[in-house]
């Protein structure tokens, strides 16, 4: 009897999954058609497998550079702007809370995948190296092999358990949990359908926030912005548009400077002195195997020095600890031949971003700038 009733809650609960699933495709499907008027569309979302497969659908011959990162990269990066400086063709495979470990996972799956030399661009600040714990990243699956690894590492297999589920069972799997399942239905909601037109790739943005929309028309230049939403909010107000790009990166741009300079004002009073920064072994160990991907590679490698928003060094101490670490990185990097650029981060303001580590408009484009000059000066056998 008990087994009978066990088994007819699972089917019961399949079928509700299955329901659900459809509907989160029904509803998006039919929303976007009734915005684009029935045209063509095709999905694009910012979740990192997903940018992978349009990636690898769209992008892949033309793309010679790849930004690859945090959502300090994410946000950091402006590909059109830098491509106008560079003479490149460059993607940003940026992502929220996207560790060094995924980013070791990502790096390793492109280097296989490949099949012409492209330009890698890691960016890291202090960050990436003091927040990995036992779990490994599940925002790109690892296989068999990458769990051997990880595990030699010193990263338990209890530690992989959410990455291994995913991997089993698909990122969209509908055979989860509830908790997959209301994934499933938000992450449909909340992508993309890129429309062609005559222009160029654009999206179907409708935010209702006049005053977004109206900075998106006056200050980016761009017809490949593809969302707005996921505001950055301060007191249940919106402090900050976001915009996002087909090409990759989050655009912000600040609604009310005031407000998220008092905010800052509010985070640097509780900022501490110390005189030693040590990084996690983990961490070292995993940036260490992203340096060994490159050794014998035909692909470029290329870090970048990342520093978080200027109030975080107000403490000589501090700002000498993180100094000095980031000096044995470079080192290390060096070593191995790479290139290491170091942007001139004691010209930035706390103004240049928008809470503690990531950067607003004016932020990105005098970040990407100077990368991008940084890029033309060192990288020689560019086309000029």
């Not at 939403?229 to 790009?245: P, T």
Request: hydrophobic content about 40%; glycine content about 4%; proline content about 2%.
């Amino acid at each position: 009897m008990h087994k009978k009733v066990g088994f007819s809650f699972v089917i019961f609960f399949f079928l509700q999954v299955l329901l659900w699933h459809f509907f989160a495709s029904h509803y998006t499907d039919r929303t976007i058609r009734k915005k684009s008027g029935g045209q063509h569309t095709r999905s694009y979302s910012f979740n990192i497998t997903d940018k992978v497969d349009f990636f690898e659908r769209d992008l892949m011959e033309q793309s010679n550079v790849l930004f690859i990162g945090d959502s300090r990269t994410l946000i950091a990066y402006d590909p059109y702007l830098f491509d106008q400086m560079a003479k490149t063709s460059s993607y940003n495979f940026g992502a929220i809370a996207f560790e060094l470990d995924g980013q070791y996972l990502l790096m390793k799956h492109l280097l296989k995948m490949l099949k012409h030399p492209k330009t890698f661009i890691l960016t890291i600040g202090h960050l990436n190296f003091e927040n990995i714990g036992d779990e490994v990243s599940s925002k790109f699956p690892m296989s068999f092999s990458d769990m051997l690894e990880f595990h030699e590492m010193g990263f338990v297999f209890s530690g992989m358990q959410k990455n291994i589920m995913r991997t089993l069972l698909g990122e969209n799997s509908i055979i989860a949990s509830a908790a997959m399942i209301k994934n499933v239905i938000d992450r449909k909601l909340n992508t993309v359908l890129v429309e062609k037109s005559q222009q160029g790739d654009f999206a179907i943005v409708d935010n209702g926030d006049a005053f977004c929309n109206q900075k998106r028309a006056s200050e980016l230049n761009t017809v490949e912005i593809i969302k707005t939403g996921q505001h950055h909010y301060i007191d249940g107000k919106v402090s900050v548009c976001m915009y996002r790009s087909l090409l990759g990166q989050e655009i912000y741009i600040e609604r009310e400077s005031e407000k998220l300079r008092s905010k800052q004002k509010e985070l640097e009073e509780k900022i501490t002195a110390f005189s030693h920064f040590e990084p996690k072994e983990k961490n070292m160990k995993i940036f260490e195997k992203i340096l060994e991907l490159f050794k014998d590679s035909v692909h470029r490698l290329v870090i970048v020095e990342y520093w978080d928003t200027p109030y975080n060094y107000k403490i000589k101490s501090n700002l000498e600890a993180y100094e000095t670490f980031l000096a044995q990185i470079e080192a290390t990097v060096r070593g191995y031949g790479y290139t290491y650029i170091k942007p001139d981060f004691h010209n930035f303001k706390n103004n240049d971003y928008f809470d503690y580590n990531h950067m607003n408009l004016t932020g990105s484009k005098k970040f990407t700038l100077q990368v991008a000059k940084a890029y033309r000066d060192e990288i020689t056998d560019l086309p000029q």
